[in-house]
């Protein structure tokens, strides 16, 4: 492909499957909440950034550094986010905080911030990493059901914004697991949505997916009720 690949979040799980697979043919630029957790991975053809964004400010920091070593991107993939699991009237104050901060607000700031650089390429694409909980209604993942049902309607109207200039992909995917669960949880692997990601990004213009759903065969997907038949 040879494309000039932004992926955040990409120290660990999802986002470095996708550094990985997408390491051989791209640049890349891989950022993280600090420089120190690539410290272990190596991976080539890739420029390394560390910033926490649940502090804003930094992503300023973060465009500038990158401005320094690009003037565009072909690929910008937002990837980071947290999730945290409490009955709402638990939640502490400052995870509502950091939820909303790094899942949305960080991902529309650092979005805004790298248009002017994606507009530079041929062929520009921003792909959110949204979640099958902005769909559903899991007890406990209320805020972040909230932060990725927003990104969700977010990214809808973005393309709509920049049809015809930049492509807005949106995944959405029940359980990964990035914990490297050992005992056979049938549930999808980070693999699976790097592979979802280079098909998305290889798809020839005016091919858009604008949005996909990934489950596992073997997920319950809260799909049995007490009242189900036995199927
Ligand atoms: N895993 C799932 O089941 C699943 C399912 C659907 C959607 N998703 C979404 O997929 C994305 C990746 O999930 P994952 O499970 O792969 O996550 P993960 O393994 O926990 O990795 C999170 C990544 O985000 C970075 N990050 C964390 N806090 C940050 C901060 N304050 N500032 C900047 N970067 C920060 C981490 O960097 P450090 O290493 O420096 O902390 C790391 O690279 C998330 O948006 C998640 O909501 C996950």
């Known amino acids: 492909m040879n494309k000039k690949i932004c992926i955040t979040g990409a120290s660990k799980g999802i986002g470095l499957a996708e550094a990985k697979l997408l390491s051989k043919e791209n640049e890349l630029v891989l950022h993280a909440s600090k420089k120190d957790s690539f410290k272990d991975i190596t991976i080539e053809n890739a420029h390394l950034f560390g910033h926490d964004f649940t502090q804003l400010e930094n992503i300023d ?87 990725k049902a927003g990104i969700m309607q977010f990214a809808h109207v973005l393309r709509n914004e920049l049809a015809g200039k930049i492509r807005v992909s949106t995944i959405h995917s029940w359980g990964v697991n990035t914990w490297n669960d050992t005992e056979g949880a049938e549930i999808l692997t980070p693999e699976n949505i790097a592979e979802t990601l280079e098909f998305i990004i290889s798809r020839k213009r005016p091919f858009l997916v604008e949005s996909i759903d990934l489950g596992h065969e073997a997920h319950w997907n809260g799909a049995v009720a007490p009242w189900s038949p036995e199927v």
């Open 61 to 147: 920091v973060f465009v500038k550094e990158l401005q320094e070593k690009t003037e565009s991107l072909d690929i910008l993939v937002n990837n980071a986010g947290l999730m945290f699991i409490e009955k709402f009237s638990d939640f502490p104050d400052k995870d509502i905080h950091t939820l909303l901060t790094l899942n949305l607000h960080a991902q529309l700031l650092v979005t805004k911030k790298l248009i002017p650089l994606l507009l530079k390429s041929k062929d520009p694409h921003i792909i959110f990493m949204s979640s099958m909980s902005a769909k559903n209604r899991i007890i406990g993942e209320s805020v972040y059901a909230a932060t």
